[in-house]
């Protein structure tokens, strides 16, 4: 009996650390939600009106777990979290991700000089990554400009994960445009991106950036 006790109190623990509200006094956060069931699809950005690129059926479409609910960054003194809700628990560790994946990741995306441009854009600064290999997990981070890349600590509940990183970790920035999306890997060189910010999900967003501190 105790034992079961135990366990369900270390479940609500868990999933109050991986639920975005009842932010403490002194932390800054952001909420992004983002559409369901809009995998593959891409956006006018006109109307903001999905087009299909891939199948409904095919199997990217159809994992619960590469389709974004929403995506958080919060800052407290100088450690951020990151983190995401999915459509879908992500994969039991050694559970085999969809046929012809050969990895995924769930990412943030940092850039230092501006929001990204289609028309001139510029070098992604840092990337925040969780990625399943078909068998573990593992969370880093990446330093694009001197290739490094540091190992992070990440929790994870059913749909929701998070990590967490540091200020001294992105250079000392405090202001920064920020982006978050999912990204599959088949065998050696493919690749998709099946989720990332719908149009306008956040206030100052531009494309798919969006302004840090929060507006």
């Known amino acids: 009996m105790r034992k079961?006790?135990?366990?369900?109190?270390s479940a609500i623990v868990v999933g109050?650390?991986?639920?975005?509200?009842?932010?403490?006094?002194?932390?800054?956060m952001v909420t992004v939600p983002d559409?369901?069931?809009?995998?593959?699809?891409?956006?006018?950005?006109?109307?903001?009106?999905?087009r299909h690129v891939l199948g409904n059926n095919t199997p990217?479409?159809?994992a619960g777990y590469l389709d974004i609910v929403s995506a958080w960054l919060a800052q407290k003194g100088k450690m951020y979290?990151?983190?995401?809700?999915?459509?879908?628990?992500?994969?039991?560790?050694?559970?085999?991700?969809?046929?012809?994946?050969?990895?995924?990741?769930?990412?943030?995306?940092?850039?230092?000089?501006?929001?990204?441009?289609?028309y001139n854009p510029l070098p992604f600064a840092y990337f925040v990554?969780?990625?399943?290999?078909?068998?573990?997990?593992?969370?880093?981070?990446?330093?694009?400009?001197?290739?490094?890349?540091?190992?992070?600590?990440?929790?994870?509940?059913?749909?929701?994960?998070?990590?967490?990183?540091?200020?001294?970790?992105i250079g000392g920035l405090s202001t920064f445009w920020w982006s978050f999306d999912v990204e599959v890997y088949f065998g050696v060189g493919g690749w998709s991106m099946p989720d990332n910010p719908d149009p306008g999900a956040s206030p100052g967003q531009v494309f798919w950036d969006i302004p840090w501190p929060p507006v």
């Not at 079961?4 to 109190?9: G, I, R, S």
């Not at 559409?35 to 999905?50: A, V």
């Open 4 to 9: 079961l006790v135990a366990a369900v109190l």
């Open 16 to 28: 109050l650390l991986l639920v975005p509200s009842g932010v403490s006094a002194g932390t800054k």
């Open 35 to 50: 559409r369901q069931g809009d995998l593959c699809k891409h956006y006018n950005w006109s109307t903001g009106e999905p």
């Open 60 to 62: 990217v479409v159809t």
């Open 81 to 118: 979290t990151f983190g995401m809700e999915l459509a879908a628990g992500l994969p039991q560790e050694g559970k085999a991700l969809p046929c012809g994946m050969s990895l995924a990741t769930w990412q943030m995306i940092i850039e230092s000089a501006g929001p990204w441009d289609p």
């Open 129 to 169: 990554t969780l990625t399943y290999d078909g068998s573990s997990y593992s969370a880093s981070l990446w330093d694009v400009d001197m290739r490094v890349m540091t190992p992070l600590q990440f929790t994870h509940d059913g749909p929701r994960f998070q990590m967490v990183f540091s200020e001294d970790s």
